[in-house]
């Protein structure tokens, strides 16, 4: 009989992330997760005392939905130094509840149901889940591997009279892409071209290995009216709970996406906005330096635990993942194979599947090193001391 209590249309088409399934996997074996970006190392003494001194002093209250001023103006400041991007920090950033709902908000407030995003693959899952959980069209567009290059046929073709929007992650999530000047350059074109909004994630932008630097979309001439800028804490501060991030777009469009994020946070937790902000004015250039040397002796740790164990790891120029190829692990599918990899190493990874469309990645495992260094260094021992393939 028809009722009125069932699911929504889309609810069956957005499974569980298989990085959340990996993870109770993991628990269940009491095994070393490598397969959630938790960051588990400590956040700095100074981002921690001024969040709970402000706890301590009172501001547990509601702040204005765009954030507090002392944050916008440090989060100004760092775009201006460190990003080359010039906004006004009362009218043109948004303190979020993260990166992911600075990108929630942003897609709502500017994007209508049935629209087209361009999304480059390897994609972060949780982009396509969330343009499909808001009715928006995610158009997958394969990159080359191993550097991860765009084919132009393949984006000219990608694009529709209904495209009206591209997600761009750089360092990217899994494939440790830094997009380089002249690619963004070739993609401000593009974006020109098909007069597209150009959505960022740049939440690993202090993540970048061998003197690469951190370049943001919004810097490159002409790029900045079509431009949401989304970063955030939780990487470069090590609090991944604290759900604390921030947006910087035009004037024109940031009234609409705070209303947005409003409507679905009020606003970003008040007391550890001002930990962000203490964070931001507080440390010197030196912590960012030491956290980007930190996280390529990690890189290069599991790198070569990977070679030793024969699952030759593509080497990332940023973020904190690995993708490696599982080819010699048996199984049928990359989901397969990674919980094989569980259950001999009782090191969790994720299937390479998550972070492409259907058919694609079941040869790949994608592992993270941000770890507490003791903790990665166990899981490169068990890995070591496995070899995919044996049994053949
Ligand atoms: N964007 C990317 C590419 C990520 O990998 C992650 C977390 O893994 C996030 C965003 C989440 O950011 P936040 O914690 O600020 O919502």
Sequence with gaps: MATNLHLSELAPHLVQSEIRAMTVACT?????????????????????EAGIEAIRTGHNI?????????????????????NRIHVDPHKEVLVTSGATG???AALAALLDPGDECLVLEPF????VAMLRAQRLSPVVVSLDAPAWEIDWDRM??????RTRAMILNSPANPSGKAWSMPELERLAEFAERHDLFVFTDEIYEYFTFDGARHISFASLPGMRERTITISG????????????????????WL??????????????????QHGAAAGLLALP????????????SKRDLLCRALQKAGLEPSIPAGAYYILADASLIEGPDARARARTLLQETGVATVAGSAFFAPGRGEDLLRLCFAKKRGELEEACRRLESYRAGKAS
């Excluded at 095994?31 to 959630?36: D, H, K, R, S």
């Excluded at 000219?156 to 009279?161: D, K, Q, Y």
């Design 156 to 161: 000219e073709a990608a694009v529709s009279p």
């Design 255 to 272: 009234g609409a996406i705070g209303y947005f994020h409003d409507l679905t946070y009020i606003c970003a937790p008040s007391p550890l």
């Design 102 to 104: 600075a990108m929630h």
């Design 285 to 296: 250039q030196g912590y960012y330096d030491d956290l980007a040397a930190e996280y390529q």
């Design 62 to 82: 509601y702040t204005r939905l765009d954030g507090i001023a002392g944050l916008r103006e440090a989060i100004a400041g760092k775009l201006a130094s460190f």
């Design 124 to 127: 972060y899952g949780y982009h």
């Design 233 to 252: 804490f939780s990487k470069t501060f090590s609090v991944t709970g604290w759900r604390l991030g921030y947006l910087a777009a035009s004037e024109r």
């Design 28 to 48: 269940a074996v009491g095994g070393i997760n490598l397969a959630q970006g938790v960051c588990d190392t400590d956040p700095p003494e100074a981002v921690v």
